[in-house]
């Protein structure tokens, strides 16, 4: 459908841009010649064609958008959406029966391929019938290559989509069939992006289930910890005009912290800091879903959005009393401004220069704490940035390690003198200078909790 669309919308901008060159060059020969005719016209044929190419590409967008969110196709998109945002099997499970069984009116069996463990069948006779799952099993081994494929009356693949009677997705071993009678009504643009999502949420679900298993069941920490950090980047990005560096030291080899960096385009990028609350296995469980909702959310720039993803994948989690604080903004070097929702983080500052030294500008919290209590309307808060200006992002792991006396950093003249007088350097000997500050400061006691910073100098 979404093909067949894109291609009237081609062939006709094409005709009308060839008609009406034709009428231009017939107009213009009489009053010129020939050559000079057809030179005019070849010029005005280049500009139409780059406005048709800009307005075809819209209305093909328009299009899509139509197609995927419009009528069958669309109950396939909800599902997505709502795969999307499923971490855990009984999230998939709950999606299932609320899109593809009570909207859609499809049947749905879901099989472990390695074992034949059926995890899931929808309450009907086809895919209650054992005969169905034991046909499946036969057809579709374990081996089966990854994809998406329909299938016909005899529970077998079938080329032509318009003989089909549902399709399925295999991926790590596991196959999802749905059984829909009109399964040819849904566009054929819809099933590879099904496909991808199914694949991520597998993705997703075995990474928590091993952090769960290996802490539940074998206490393995330094394992669950290299998962964990698996999640933050393993190297900072290179990005144009802006000179980026972290510091990340857990108290325990499970941490709470979790920072990114994620380029949007050359001149747009995702900066984020933040800290879950407690230590242990529910911390980093909360870490790790907050990082991959980050980064499989499609719309980045809306950051309201953003900070709503997540605050509902946390309370999808169920996991009593947890929650994250967190700086989420947008750093845009061609604009230079930043736009950002400050969850409830009490460190992040600009600090900027001035004619009489550099003067530290807090980037204050417009939003509560996420995953725990009902979210208000979002707020997204703008700065202007200036050359050479540093943001620095930190947990209270570093504003709140004391001294012998009890005295807070962040309460302290030391910490923002030292932060001032080391403004001019390099985003990294910037971080190592607040972090050896942090150590110093504590003198010889055991820290009392993560320490996480990220600072970016803006280059102009």
Same mark, same amino acid.
């Given at each position: 459908?979404?093909?067949? #669309? ?36 070849g ?11 800009? /307005?075809?590409n819209n209305?093909?967008?328009r ?11 669309? /109950?396939?998109t ?61 057809? *579709? ?11 016909g ?45 199914f ?48 510091? *990340? ?5 499970v941490? =709470? ?30 870490? =790790? ?20 993803a997540?605050?509902?994948a ?24 930043? #736009? ?8 992040p ?15 204050t ?10 979210l ?32 807070? /950093? ?20 910037i ?12 003198g010889?006691?055991?820290? #009392? ?10 280059e102009?």
């Amino acid at each position: 459908m979404f093909k067949a #669309r894109r291609r009237i919308i081609v062939f006709t901008s094409n005709i009308v841009i060839g008609l009406i060159c034709v009428f231009l060059t017939l107009y213009l020969v009489p009053k010129t010649s020939f050559g000079v005719s057809v030179g005019i016209a070849g010029v005005i044929f280049t500009i139409l064609l780059l406005v048709s190419v800009n /307005l075809s590409n819209n209305a093909i967008e328009r299009v899509q958008d139509k197609v995927l969110t419009t009528y069958e196709t669309g /109950l396939l998109t909800k599902f997505i959406e709502r795969l999307r945002f499923s971490y855990t099997v009984d999230d998939f499970i709950e999606a299932i029966h609320d899109v593809l069984e009570d909207e859609a009116d499809c049947s749905v069996l879901y099989v472990d391929a390695e074992t034949n463990y059926i995890i899931y069948n929808s309450p009907d006779r086809l895919t209650a019938a054992e005969k169905t799952s034991n046909q499946l099993e036969m057809n *579709f081994p374990e081996s089966w290559k990854d994809g998406v494929y329909f299938l016909g009356d005899e529970l077998g693949v079938v080329s032509n989509i318009r003989n089909s009677r549902g399709f399925f997705l295999s991926t790590h071993k596991k196959h999802l069939y749905v059984f829909c009678r009109y399964t040819h009504l849904f566009d054929n643009l819809i099933y590879q992006r099904l496909f991808e999502e199914f694949e991520r949420f597998e993705d997703r679900s075995k990474t928590i289930a091993e952090l769960t298993e290996i802490a539940g069941l074998s206490q393995e920490w330094e394992q669950l910890a290299e998962t964990q950090r698996s999640f933050l980047p393993q190297k900072i990005p290179e990005i144009s005009k802006l000179d980026i560096a972290a510091y *990340f030291r857990p108290l325990v080899n499970v941490s =709470g912290d979790y920072y990114t960096v994620l380029p949007m385009d050359e001149h747009k990028t995702l900066v984020m800091l933040g800290d879950v609350s407690g230590k242990g296995l529910a911390a980093a469980l909360v870490m =790790g879903l907050v990082m991959n909702t980050v980064k499989i959310i499609g719309n980045k720039e809306d950051l309201a959005g953003v900070v709503k993803a997540i605050d509902k994948a946390i309370k999808g989690m169920h996991l009593q009393d947890k929650y994250t604080v967190l700086f989420i903004g947008i750093i845009d070097t061609e604009k230079m401004t930043i #736009r950002y929702v400050n969850a409830s983080m009490s460190d992040p500052i600009i600090v900027t220069r001035a004619p009489d030294g550099y003067k530290i500008k807090p980037l204050t919290s417009n939003c509560s704490l996420i995953g725990i209590i009902d979210l208000d309307e979002v707020e997204v808060a703008e700065q202007r940035l200036f050359r050479d200006d540093l943001i620095l992002m930190a947990s209270d792991g570093v504003s709140e390690v004391m001294d012998e006396n009890g005295v807070e /950093l962040g309460d302290t003249e030391l910490y923002l003198n030292t932060i001032k007088n080391s403004a001019y350097k390099s985003a990294h000997h910037i971080i190592n200078d607040i972090a050896d500050l942090v150590l110093s400061y504590n003198g010889d006691k055991k820290l #009392r909790d993560d320490v996480t910073m990220l600072t970016v100098k803006v280059e102009g």
